[in-house]
């Protein structure tokens, strides 16, 4: 039936690909896309065929012979785009339809072509709309007036983000200069049944927005590993253990950084090298040069008969086809059971075969979380998303943007522009007029009779490229060997002459360095550091950390562990066998010493925050460890702790001000925040760095089960 609804030339295709038949996400939204005019979520697993359950439908029923651009692809990578256009174009070979990638390093010439000429499908990110709003605001009516169409790739990644707020509001403004409305299909393989609204409101228009959803599920093969780690630096025994493991296979290896990323495909290669085994070892990492990357990308998709080793960090979790993989590593937890699912469906990808993962943990704590993950991945559990109600820091961004864009506009006009903004829905009107008044105060704008420009300051902002994204990117220096470029690395204290470094899964010697300039000129070597990059793991959810608890308090055994981790967790759980927990969601533990308490919250990373701040701004010595959920006070009383807990929570605005004020470290995960009043500083902290009734809440529900240990 679904088949028949598709055009001819789509057919065609479909023939010539030699499919027996259409996947059930694929025949469930050709029905769908074609009978009615609502938005759609396609979910279902990874290489389930979303990618042409959204095309064939829509290539079969728009008319492409209409002026403008009819399809617009938004994805989150640019990997992703220069991955997928040749899939796309593929598609469209028996429509003459035209498909152009638009984003910075895309081809000008056939972007200039696009604007002179504007139809077909074009393939982009947020950061490009916002780039075409600022700088040429005539394209987006010119390109988009007409679009039909907007298909939103690998959905999951942008929401409850930052980027995925810019996103939403990107979507509101291209559909206010449009001549009709345009429908919105959104792709993922991620999501979970409690966050579907999420992506419903992403489209712009939830109501109206429905979900597809295949569940069928592959089945996983999962083992456990441990080598403790008593250094920075991997054990040798696992990775002589990785190399066994992944040696006969092709394998993709996830670390948690990208410097971890670096050690293992450096380390994998030398051991290869002493045991003559393959030499297919590389790195990926947005840090590693673009086309060192694309060919990797390249080799593993069209690579039939030889293994392959790549060490990579969330650049290769989403969609990147790069053909088979037969095995999937993780070094340490991850830090979500979402990450944890996407990563398992990169291996078994084709009809019939299973998903292989080998999960290493290097603590004893890693160990325990991966295994509640894990346990939370087979209940289907994921975390749920919690999407900003207050974005001041998008709104100013938002509001430069939209001034920007109209060279110029009236105040009221902005003021509707934002109020009927779906992002800012929940920020009041007199809100939105105080922000647009502390702009003109800072500068930001300059108000000319009734009608608002950008000021100085906030040119100096929007006329920066770092603009057109609302994620922090730190400052790099360009790596460079005898010309080419390597990659890019932050700088750091390792930054010397002589040092040596690893990228690119490669060992460099520091030859040069022009700090002006912003370049470091390296020669291959034989030994070196992995470099230092920012950024740490991700915040955990409180459900991860219960899971936890209660893997502690059973006796279950797991046949998925090996000999050692089946010892660790043994030795983990005879440490709080003395404590008796009856309830998981208000029985905690807590360990006194003379003058000091351990306190494992066993909850989320934003809640053992608030913890830790709330008792800190009084003076109390605390200690947060978020690697194990738990708090080391220094008092005499834990009632005490507790009182002070619930006092400096009644007045935490006022703290959180005194914090702002002494230096802006709390604002690091917001771009923008550090250009806003102070009490929107304050709320936007308390909303998204920290969770303080979550806190208060477990405080107050609070069974303490104390276990007294000798000093």
């Given amino acids: 039936m679904a088949y028949k609804l598709l ?45 042409e359950a959204a095309f064939l439908p829509i290539l079969s029923s728009t008319n492409f012979n209409e002026k403008g651009v009819q399809v617009l692809y938004i994805s989150p990578l640019i990997a992703l785009i220069n991955d997928q256009v040749n899939r796309v174009e593929d598609l469209c070979k028996n429509l003459e339809i035209n498909v152009t990638k638009w984003h910075g390093e895309a081809n000008r010439s056939l972007k200039k072509k696009l604007i002179k000429n504007p139809n077909g499908i074009v393939l982009i990110t947020p950061e490009s709309i916002e780039a075409m709003f600022v700088n040429a605001p005539y394209n987006i009516t010119n390109l988009f007036g007409n679009l039909k169409f907007i298909i939103i790739d690998e959905i999951h ?17 291209i559909q206010k200069e449009a001549s009709q409305n345009i429908r919105v299909i959104g792709l993922s393989a991620t999501i979970g049944d409690d966050n579907y609204i999420h992506a419903k409101k992403l489209t712009g228009n939830a109501p109206n927005t429905k979900v597809l959803l295949d569940r069928t599920k592959k089945p996983t093969i999962a083992k456990f590993k441990f ?17 066994l493991e992944t040696k006969e296979n092709k394998a993709l290896i996830f670390p948690n950084s990208r410097g971890r990323t670096e050690e293992v495909a450096v380390k994998l290669h030398r051991i290869s090298d002493r045991l003559n085994g393959h030499k297919n070892y590389f790195s ?15 080799f593993a998709k069209n690579n039939i008969r030889n293994n392959f080793c790549i060490s990579a960090t969330s650049t290769l979790e989403l969609g990147i086809d790069i053909g088979t993989v037969e095995k999937i590593i993780q070094i340490d937890s991850t830090h979500s059971v979402a990450s944890l699912v996407q990563r398992i469906g990169r291996s078994g990808r084709k009809d019939g075969q299973k998903s292989m993962v080998c999960l290493y943990a290097t603590d004893k704590w890693s160990l325990l979380q991966s295994l509640a ?82 000021g100085l300051a906030g040119e100096k902002i929007v006329n920066s490229r770092d603009f057109y994204s609302v994620f922090n990117t730190e400052p790099d220096f360009k790596v460079i060997h005898s010309g080419r470029k390597v990659g890019q690395i932050p700088f750091s204290p390792q930054i010397k002459v002589n040092e040596n470094l690893l990228l690119a899964a490669k060992i460099w010697k520091i030859k040069d360095i022009d700090f002006k300039g912003g370049i470091i000129e390296v020669i291959p070597a034989k030994d070196g550091k992995a470099p230092s990059f920012s950024g740490g793991a991700g915040g955990i959810h409180q459900e991860v950390r219960k899971e936890m608890l209660k893997i502690l308090k059973s006796q279950a055994d797991y046949e998925e562990l090996n ?32 003058n000091q308490f351990v306190f494992y919250t066993f909850s989320g990373t934003k809640i053992n925050r608030s913890l830790s701040f709330l008792l800190g701004v009084s003076g109390t010595d605390v200690i947060l460890n978020d690697n194990n959920s738990s708090l080391e006070i220094h008092a005499d009383s834990f009632s005490k702790v507790i ?32 250009y806003l009043p102070l009490d929107y500083k304050t709320e936007i902290v308390k909303e998204r760095y920290f969770d303080f009734e979550g806190a208060i809440n477990l405080i107050e529900n609070l069974n303490i089960v104390e276990h007294k240990r000798a000093t």
């Fill in 284 to 298: 990926h990492h947005s840090s590693v040069d673009k086309e060192i990357r694309e060919s990797v990308e390249f």
């Fill in 157 to 173: 990644s942008f929401l409850g983000v930052d980027r995925g707020l810019q996103l939403m509001s990107l979507l509101y403004r």
């Fill in 563 to 594: 000999q050692e981790c089946i010892d660790i967790l043994s030795e983990l759980r005879f440490e709080f066998k003395k404590f008796l927990i009856q309830n998981f969601d208000t029985d905690r533990p807590l360990i006194k010493k003379e």
């Fill in 227 to 243: 080598y403790e780690s008593t250094s920075k630096e991997l054990p040798l025994d696992l990775l002589k253990d990785l190399y």
């Fill in 643 to 674: 009182s002070e807990i619930k006092k400096n929570y009644n007045n935490v605005d006022l703290h959180l001000k005194e914090k702002l004020l002494e230096n802006d470290n709390l604002l690091a995960f917001s771009k923008w925040g550090i």
């Fill in 373 to 454: 993950c894990w346990s939370l991945y087979q209940k289907d559990f994921l975390e749920p998303i919690h999407t900003a109600l207050k974005a001041y820091d998008i709104l100013l961004h938002q509001l430069l943007s939209i001034v920007k864009q109209y060279s110029g506009i009236e105040i009221k006009n902005l003021a509707n522009l934002l109020s009927t903004n779906p992002v800012f829905e929940s920020i009041s009107t007199d809100e939105i007029e105080k922000l647009i008044n502390y702009s003109i105060d800072e500068d930001y704008l300059e108000k000319i009779r009734s009608e608002l420009i950008l």
């Fill in 7 to 51: 055009s001819e030339p789509i057919r065609k295709y479909i023939r010539a690909q030699g499919w027996e038949a259409l996947r059930p996400i694929q025949a469930a939204a050709i029905q769908k896309i074609t009978s009615t005019d609502l938005n759609y979520i396609l979910a279902s697993k990874t290489a389930s065929g979303k990618t």
